[in-house]
Antibody, heavy 121, light 107 residues
Framework: QLQLQESGPGLVKPLETLSLTCSVS??????????WGWIRQPPGKGLEWIGS???????PYNPSLKSRVTISLDTSKNQFSLKLSPVTAADTAVYYC?????????????WGQGTLVTVSS | DIQMTQSPSTLSASVGDRVTISCRASQSIITWLAWYQQKPGKAPKPLIY???NLESGVPSRFSGGGSATEFTLIISSLQPDDSATYYCQQYISYPYTFGQGTKLEIK
């Protein structure tokens, strides 16, 4: 059973870089049928897909965030990461990492618990 | 982008009721639709994929249906534990998009 866990700073200053890491256990991220992604949820609001990455390195991003987002894989640590820069108060949200293990049939079927990131000086 | 619209936004029902939540896509997504359940302070929990396939471990009182642009999530006999917000999500094309959510309350 896959388990995902987000980590990173809970407070980021405006115009700086938000950096989060998702550690995956119970399976390998080096998986041809898998995609790994980030979804966020501003307080009291709905879900927004940020972007995803495949083992082959394909990185579809949400066009609304594309100019500010980078998602990368670290297979040696079985982790993937999100960088968002520069940030504003509108980027304050709970950030979830999630995995798709059979992208030909399914979407995000494994989720981390989420981590709240607040953008404030 | 494909817009996903859920109705109703909020719903109040009694234990044992049959509950239906609707999700409409702005263009055909065939059956590339998922449903999630989210409780306060928790991550979304996948319920259904490809419009009508139940995720492992999800109670059989949940079912999904529809195709193209019209989809439904049905709870056949509402239980107290079903109080949550429910989201649909299309995954036929990027950017993946979610409905705005339906908050289900138990009377």
């Amino acid at each position: 059973q896959l388990q995902l866990q987000e980590s990173g700073p809970g407070l980021v200053k405006p115009l700086e870089t938000l950096s989060l890491t998702c550690s995956v256990s119970g399976g390998s991220i080096s998986c041809d049928s898998c995609y790994w992604g980030w979804i966020r949820q501003p307080p009291g609001k709905g879900l927004e897909w940020i972007g995803s990455i495949s083992y082959s390195g394909r990185t579809p991003y949400n066009p609304s965030l594309k100019s500010r987002v980078t998602i990368s894989l670290d297979t040696s640590k079985n982790q993937f990461s999100l960088k968002l820069s520069p940030v504003t108060a509108a980027d304050t949200a709970v950030y979830y990492c999630a995995g798709i293990v059979d992208y030909e049939q399914k979407t995000f079927d494994y989720w981390g618990q989420g981590t709240l990131v607040t953008v404030s000086s | 982008d494909i817009q996903m619209t859920q109705s109703p936004s909020t719903l109040s029902a009694s234990v044992g009721d049959r509950v239906t939540i609707s999700c409409r896509a702005s263009q055909s997504i065939i059956t590339w639709l998922a449903w999630y359940q989210q409780k306060p302070g928790k991550a979304p929990k996948p319920l259904i994929y490809k419009a009508s396939n139940l995720e492992s471990g999800v109670p059989s009182r949940f079912s999904g249906g529809g195709s193209a642009t019209e989809f439904t999530l049905i709870i056949s006999s509402l239980q107290p534990d079903d109080s949550a917000t429910y989201y649909c999500q299309q995954y036929i094309s990027y950017p993946y998009t979610f409905g705005q959510g339906t908050k289900l309350e138990i009377k």
